[in-house]
Antibody, heavy 119, light 107 residues
Framework: EVQVLESGGDLVQPGGSLRLSCAASGFTFSNYAMYWVRQAPGKGLEWVSGISGSGGKTYFADSVKGRFTISRDNSKNIVSLQMNSLRGEDTALYYC????????????WGQGTMVTVSS | DIQMTQSPSSLSASVGDRVTITCRASQGISTYLAWYQQRPGKVPKLLIYGASTLQSGVPSRFSGGGSGTDFTLTISSLQPEDFATYYCQNYNSAPHTFGQGTKLEIK
């Protein structure tokens, strides 16, 4: 079964750091770009970051640029989101998602992992 | 960055109605446009990509159209399970921004 599973969400203080992971299975991981999308409580979807299949290209939303980094380990089928200098507005459910086979639309989504930034 | 604006923000309709949601991009994105459905408490689901290509398994009552800056999502005959929030997304160039969402409610 094709799936992705996020982990690493937690309660963290403002200014703190957190690392999210997304484990993929059921497909040739290195063939697909991977993305992170977040959703604050009661709000809409916000695209956060993406990484190409090889890991050579990375992309970030302006709201997280310079604070978040994305990486992948194609030998372990894992994509990670390192989040530094966390702010209250980063509080959200963070989804990991896969690009489609023929498109960069997101066809496989995980269940999400919750990040809460609060003192 | 490309801004995506959906209209309306919310919509009340009845089972069997035909509804159309609009998405406008702040600059041309060709057909690099996707639509997602999110039911309450659930994970978003891809409905349409390439502006008009139906994702495998999605019912044919869903259809998409448009190119450039103006796009539509149409549901030809609403079913009870269609009451949800719908999002458009630009994936022409990063950041792959989403629209603010359209909440479709039962009248």
């Amino acid at each position: 079964e094709v799936q992705v599973l996020e982990s690493g969400g937690d309660l963290v203080q403002p200014g703190g750091s957190l690392r999210l992971s997304c484990a993929a299975s059921g497909f040739t991981f290195s063939n697909y770009a991977m993305y992170w999308v977040r959703q604050a409580p009661g709000k809409g979807l916000e695209w956060v970051s993406g990484i190409s299949g090889s890991g050579g290209k990375t992309y970030f939303a302006d709201s997280v640029k310079g604070r978040f980094t994305i990486s992948r380990d194609n030998s372990k089928n894992i994509v990670s989101l390192q989040m530094n200098s966390l702010r209250g507005e980063d509080t959200a459910l963070y989804y990991c998602a896969r690009s489609g086979t023929y498109t960069n639309a997101l066809d496989i989504w995980g269940q999400g992992t919750m990040v809460t930034v609060s003192s | 960055d490309i801004q995506m604006t959906q209209s309306p923000s919310s919509l009340s309709a009845s089972v069997g109605d035909r509804v159309t949601i609009t998405c406008r991009a702040s600059q041309g994105i060709s057909t690099y446009l996707a639509w997602y459905q999110q039911r309450p408490g659930k994970v978003p689901k891809l409905l349409i990509y390439g502006a008009s290509t139906l994702q495998s398994g999605v019912p044919s009552r869903f259809s998409g159209g448009g190119s450039g800056t103006d796009f539509t999502l149409t549901i030809s005959s609403l079913q009870p399970e269609d009451f949800a929030t719908y999002y458009c997304q630009n994936y022409n160039s990063a950041p792959h921004t989403f629209g603010q969402g359209t909440k479709l409610e039962i009248k």
